[in-house]
């Protein structure tokens, strides 16, 4: 056989047997045979070199196409054997794997009811950081460094002299400096405190912080505002409030706020506890840069753990941070 015709016969058949290697060792071993080192092709290339000039003229292109198609066959061989999936190691008959949902957590779906009321009020939607300076979120509040109020806030405090907010007030006096009235504005988030954990306390809660400001604001826009929001997410008509006076330093006067249902049987045939309220100080409005004697304003917190459990009738507070997934898989869809 001449060369030109031993080069087309090693394209053909090699590139062939490339193609129909049945496994990785199969396609190794054709591999070896035809391109490697002491293979068929090496072969041929070791005959073109002492070949006579005119086998050269007419073989050199030849011989090029077929190295390029000897390599092509084997890595598209060699390709499509790693995609594929060895049937033997799949056994049809077993069970297929059970995989769930996730769903939104309990505290996400009353997060996200309540910013969705405010929204509908003309609220902003803002954030605020957790890591936060003390100024913000006591001194600027009215509580100066040697305040007691300080004391029914167990702090984390970090080496920094920062801490991790404890209340999502910090939000309100953040935001004064920037913005003059009318502001309309709600935060939830996350809150710390260093709390002994048990079955009410959490060292880690969610708080909303409302807080408006603007020319000739009374009780009557809070309560009417809170009403609002109690209806919404408690996803009751009947529901009743009350206030009573109560101390927070950044509002004066200031109130707690309970809830009943006219309707309801069982815990919310009482009056419960929600949250606190009550009109920004005027010390506050003035450590922000709004003159008090122009602009009044109201504002309230409360935990959002608490609502959901009052609305799920959850009696145990663990339940939001914890990772017992039988409890959280409850309000899935
Ligand atoms: N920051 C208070 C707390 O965490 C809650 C609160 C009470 C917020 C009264 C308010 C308010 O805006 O007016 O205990």
Same mark, same amino acid.
């Given at each position: 056989?001449?060369?030109?015709?031993?080069?087309?016969?090693?394209?053909?058949?090699?590139?062939?047997?490339?193609? !129909?290697?049945?496994?990785?060792?199969?396609?190794? $071993?054709?591999?070896?045979?035809?391109?490697?080192?002491?293979?068929?092709?090496?072969?041929?290339?070791?005959?073109?070199?002492?070949?006579?000039?005119?086998?050269?003229?007419?073989?050199?292109? #030849?011989?090029?196409?077929?190295?390029?198609?000897?390599?092509? !066959?084997?890595?598209?061989?060699?390709?499509?054997?790693?995609?594929?999936?060895?049937?033997? !190691?799949?056994?049809?008959? #077993?069970?297929?794997?059970? @995989? =769930?949902?996730?769903?939104?957590?309990?505290?996400?779906?009353?997060?996200?009811?309540?910013?969705?009321?405010?929204?509908?009020?003309?609220?902003?939607?803002?954030?605020?950081?957790?890591?936060?300076?003390?100024?913000?979120?006591?001194?600027?509040?009215?509580?100066?460094?040697?305040?007691?109020? =300080?004391?029914?806030?167990?702090?984390?405090?970090?080496?920094?002299?920062? %801490?991790?907010?404890?209340?999502?007030?910090?939000?309100?006096?953040?935001?004064?400096?920037?913005?003059?009235?009318?502001?309309?504005?709600?935060?939830?988030?996350?809150?710390?405190?260093?709390?002994?954990?048990?079955?009410?306390?959490?060292?880690?809660?969610? $708080?909303?912080?409302?807080?408006?400001?603007?020319?000739?604001?009374?009780?009557?826009?809070?309560?009417?505002?809170? $009403?609002?929001?109690?209806?919404?997410? %408690?996803?009751?008509?009947?529901?009743?409030?009350? %206030?009573?006076?109560?101390?927070?330093?950044?509002?004066?006067?200031?109130?707690?706020?309970?809830?009943?249902?006219?309707?309801?049987?069982? @815990?919310?045939?009482?009056?419960?506890?929600?949250?606190?309220?009550?009109?920004?100080?005027?010390?506050? #409005?003035?450590?922000?840069?709004?003159?008090?004697? @122009?602009?009044?304003?109201?504002?309230?917190?409360?935990?959002?753990?608490?609502?959901?459990?009052?609305?799920?009738?959850?009696?145990?507070?663990? #339940?939001?941070?914890? !990772?017992?997934?039988?409890?959280?898989?409850?309000?899935?869809?």
């Amino acid at each position: 056989m001449d060369l030109a015709a031993q080069l087309e016969a090693l394209r053909d058949d090699g590139a062939a047997r490339l193609t !129909a290697a049945a496994d990785a060792d199969a396609l190794e $071993q054709a591999r070896i045979e035809l391109l490697g080192r002491n293979g068929a092709l090496k072969d041929l290339k070791d005959a073109f070199k002492t070949a006579s000039p005119e086998d050269k003229r007419s073989c050199g292109r #030849l011989l090029g196409e077929v190295d390029q198609a000897l390599k092509a !066959a084997y890595e598209a061989r060699d390709k499509s054997l790693q995609g594929a999936v060895d049937s033997s !190691a799949i056994d049809i008959t #077993l069970p297929g794997e059970d @995989r =769930r949902a996730g769903s939104i957590h309990p505290i996400s779906q009353v997060a996200w009811e309540v910013e969705q009321v405010f929204s509908s009020m003309g609220f902003d939607v803002v954030d605020g950081p957790h890591i936060e300076e003390d100024e913000f979120n006591f001194t600027r509040l009215n509580i100066p460094p040697d305040h007691p109020a =300080r004391d029914s806030q167990d702090t984390f405090w970090l080496s920094t002299g920062k %801490l991790l907010r404890t209340h999502t007030s910090s939000v309100q006096s953040r935001t004064y400096p920037d913005t003059q009235p009318p502001i309309r504005k709600v935060v939830v988030g996350k809150v710390f405190r260093y709390e002994e954990v048990d079955a009410t306390h959490d060292n880690t809660f969610t $708080q909303v912080e409302g807080f408006l400001v603007d020319e000739q604001i009374t009780v009557a826009h809070l309560v009417g505002t809170l $009403q609002t929001m109690i209806k919404a997410v %408690l996803r009751r008509d009947d529901v009743e409030i009350r %206030l009573r006076p109560s101390f927070f330093p950044f509002v004066e006067p200031g109130f707690e706020v309970d809830v009943r249902s006219t309707s309801a049987t069982g @815990r919310f045939s009482n009056w419960v506890e929600l949250l606190g309220c009550g009109m920004i100080h005027p010390k506050v #409005l003035k450590m922000g840069g709004i003159d008090p004697e @122009r602009y009044q304003g109201f504002a309230f917190g409360l935990g959002l753990e608490r609502l959901a459990m009052i609305r799920h009738g959850i009696e145990d507070i663990r #339940l939001f941070n914890g !990772a017992d997934l039988r409890g959280l898989r409850q309000f899935a869809g």
